[in-house]
């Protein structure tokens, strides 16, 4: 039996091609996409506009999916359905693997509404991570600008956009509530 009709040889074989990545994402690639970003999203993405969320630093699983979203018409936002439109998966991955390899700065948060939040914030980080930066398809919440939180949250609860969890978990909660949770997470 020659070495390529062991089973073992086989299965080791099998094992170390399915290891290999499809194709790697191109951070320098996503760069220079990324060019098309910087007017809402900022230098490297972090927005100086509430309007706008800070992608720096973002779980680029999160990232890709909202992208492909944005594109499917899942999520809507003209803007971003437009400037998603002719994006290959390749470039969507691309993009995800920059923003989330970029340094993000702090939004920050009014600290009186921060100290109420953090009481309340344990709900959000089973999913959001024990510090808030993220969990693969969850998003980061450290850092970002609390006005954006706030309408996020809102969205979510107004059914405007759509998160089974998400529409769960802010059934309950008030504007306070958003107020306090975005100005924790804004200050992390």
């Known amino acids: 039996m020659n070495s390529l009709q062991n089973p073992l040889t086989l299965s080791f074989l099998l094992a170390v091609f399915l290891a290999l990545p ?53 999520r809507i936002n003209l803007m971003m359905q437009s400037m998603t439109a002719n994006l290959s998966n390749e470039d969507i991955a691309n993009l995800a693997a920059y923003f989330s390899s970029q340094k993000p700065v702090k939004a920050g948060g009014d600290p009186a509404l921060a100290k109420s939040g953090e009481a309340k914030a344990n709900m959000c980080l089973g999913c959001h991570g024990s510090t808030a930066a993220g969990n693969g398809q969850f998003p980061r919440l450290a850092g970002q600008h609390p006005d954006y939180l706030v309408q996020q949250l809102k969205a979510f609860k107004d059914g405007s956009r759509k998160s089974g969890p998400m529409q769960g978990i802010v059934a309950n909660l008030s504007e306070d509530d958003f107020k306090a949770l975005a100005a924790y997470f804004g200050s992390l």
Do not use: M, T
């Open 22 to 74: 499809v194709s790697a994402a191109d951070i320098s690639a996503g760069e220079k996409k990324a060019e098309n970003c910087v007017g809402c999203h900022g230098e490297k993405g972090n927005s100086r506009s509430a309007q706008w969320p800070i992608l720096a630093a973002q779980q680029s699983i999160y990232l890709a999916n909202q992208l492909k979203a944005f594109k499917a018409g899942d």
